[in-house]
């Protein structure tokens, strides 16, 4: 069992920074991925980036490729999302995810194990 706790999230203006952070207790084990995923209002969840524990990993969706930049804290056991250059169309809850077996792309929004709550980041023009 993981328990996964996001933080982080605000409101910010338009070409503005944010670190989101996800505290995982439990066992995470060497063989998992993490993943953030966000939903906007009226819109169906989305993957935003991904990392694979043992071998670091990454893979993001295209429309946050060279302004969000996913890492791992093995020590920590947590996983950050560095936001960059922040956009009106990212405003949305951001989740943390787990996948305990990840043999899918990591996308796919029935593959995660393991949830957050959520914390909105809200970004004005």
């Known amino acids: 069992q993981v328990q996964l706790v996001e933080s982080g999230g605000g409101l910010v203006q338009s070409g503005d920074s944010l670190r989101l952070s996800c505290a995982a207790s439990?066992?995470?084990?060497?063989?998992?991925?993490m993943a953030w995923f966000r939903q906007a209002p009226g819109q169906e969840r989305e993957f935003v980036a991904s990392v694979t524990w043992r071998n670091n990993k990454k893979e993001y969706a295209d429309s946050v490729k060279g302004r969000f930049t996913i890492s791992r804290d093995a020590a920590e056991n947590t996983v950050l999302l560095e936001m960059n250059n922040l956009k009106p169309e990212d405003t949305a809850v951001y989740y943390c995810?787990?996948?305990?077996?990840?043999?899918?792309?990591?996308?796919?929004?029935?593959?995660?194990?393991?949830w957050g709550q959520g914390t909105q980041v809200t970004v004005s023009s």
């Open positions: 439990g066992v995470i084990y060497s063989s998992y991925r």
């Open positions: 995810a787990a996948d305990a077996f990840p043999d899918s792309s990591p996308a796919v929004i029935g593959a995660y194990d393991w």
